[in-house]
């Protein structure tokens, strides 16, 4: 237990063993409190016994002394009293919240629910969802009555998958409750194991809201750069040379442009856009940051294109993609905009490969229907499409990309403005958003 924290006797459980919800069953669990730690995929559960995280997010002795209570069973959250719900809240083909893996877990929790039972939410919804569409599954599947027999709180993540300094308890914690006694034993619960201290919203919906706009405010700062990177591009400029001089200004937001994937800044927004919308407002700015990061797997691969039309070799071009998962060193592929960029091309006739060496090719397979190929059998290309800036490619820089080219030439797109353009080899052009 850290010092001059919070105690509490609660009994606590974490549905949903993902990149948010392993982290915080090992917190409570290394802070010595009891945690049932529920997850539906059986294989995820056999890893995790055997102290694995296939995520990368927590280290095989941290799990090994967090003696977590590891479960695929349901009936086992009888167990606790104190039950944190941490599942995906993706978007559908539509770009509609799909909230069917929280209604699920709603329904689990609801089956074993107890008098003076607690259960707080921490995966993204729009501001409403805990009451209106959480609560009545809990009821409905337990038979007691929010705020008589249980209560709720909220609680929004702050995962950040692959960053190693802001952890989850080292940042600080929005925390709220359906009542006030609820809020203060939420307080106390998080602020056990939470070192950078906690935040009382005044209501769920505020805390609700305070999640998904935080995502929605870096999404259309990144759109704003991403469509400058469109302008500058037209006008013969590199943005990223106008961004280290606008830099220099001391209020100047260092945002750079990109591609906008994974399950937080690329998809939370369209969770506020559709409440707003029933409200009956159309969130204008919103959704026209998500059109343009939304389309900027296209735009890279048509800039390949523009290329490719203008060096024409013979035969069918090929290009070889680095990188699939959303991010750089995460093998997260979760609404990855990488298959953005493969299937534009795939749409011109260009015969793409992919090379990851983070992602999981079953996973990538059975998700996108794409085959991840080992740099060894990598055919040369006409040009190479940096991607995602795994610490690999960092570390190798030119290397990495210029023995992929035919002939040592061709293109190269630098996703992420990685690459030094001072050594640039000869014969290679370069081109980054």
Request: proline share 6%.
């Amino acid at each position: 237990m850290v010092n001059d924290m919070p105690t509490h006797s609660r009994k606590v459980s974490v549905i949903g063993l993902g990149y948010v919800g392993l982290p915080v069953a090992v917190a409570f669990g290394l802070s010595g409190c009891p945690v049932v730690a529920f997850d539906i995929n059986p294989n995820r559960i056999r890893e995790l016994r055997e102290n694995h995280d296939r995520t990368g997010e927590v280290e095989t002795e941290e799990l090994r002394r967090a003696g977590l209570r590891f479960t695929d069973d349901p009936a086992d959250l009888a167990a606790a009293d104190f039950h944190i719900v941490t599942v995906p809240t993706p978007i559908n083909d539509a770009r509609l919240p799909d909230l069917r893996p929280l209604i699920a877990a709603s329904r689990t929790v609801g089956k074993v629910l107890k008098k003076g039972d607690i259960v707080v939410y921490e995966s993204t919804v729009y501001p409403g969802a805990t009451e209106e569409d959480c609560v009545p599954v809990l009821e409905a599947e337990s038979g007691l009555r929010f705020g008589v027999d249980f209560t709720v709180g909220y609680s929004p993540e702050r995962i950040n998958p692959g960053d190693k300094q802001h952890r989850f308890t080292t940042i600080k914690k929005v925390v709220s409750g359906s009542d006030e006694a609820t809020l203060r034993i939420v307080s106390a619960v998080y602020g056990s194991v939470v070192a950078a201290g906690i935040h009382e919203a005044p209501t769920l919906k505020v805390a609700e809201a305070a999640k998904v706009i935080e995502n929605t405010q870096r999404d259309l700062n990144i759109a704003l750069m991403n469509e400058l990177s469109v302008i500058f591009h037209r006008l013969g400029i590199d943005t990223r040379d106008v961004l280290d001089a606008a830099g220099t200004k001391w209020n100047f937001l260092p945002f750079t442009p990109g591609l906008v994937g994974g399950h937080c800044i690329g998809v939370d927004p369209y969770y506020l856009t559709h409440r707003a919308q029933r409200a009956g407002y159309n969130p204008e700015v919103i959704l026209a940051g998500r059109r343009i990061n939304d389309g900027m797997g296209a735009h890279v691969a048509r800039e390949v294109v523009r290329h490719l039309l203008q060096n024409r070799r013979d035969g069918k071009s090929i290009v070889t993609v680095l990188g699939l998962t959303f991010k750089e060193d995460v093998p997260d592929i979760r609404n990855t905009k990488v298959v953005d960029i493969v299937a534009e091309l795939e749409g011109f006739g260009v015969e793409v490969q992919i090379c990851d060496p983070v992602a999981d090719p079953a996973e990538a397979h059975e998700e996108y229907g794409v085959t991840l190929v080992v740099p060894g059998d990598l055919k040369p290309a006409d040009a190479v499409v940096l991607a995602v800036s795994h610490k690999e490619f960092r570390a190798a820089g030119w290397d990495a990309v210029t023995p992929l080219l035919a002939g040592g030439t061709g293109m190269v797109a630098d996703v992420k403005g990685v690459l030094d353009r001072a050594t640039r080899p000869d014969g290679v052009a370069l081109w980054r958003l």
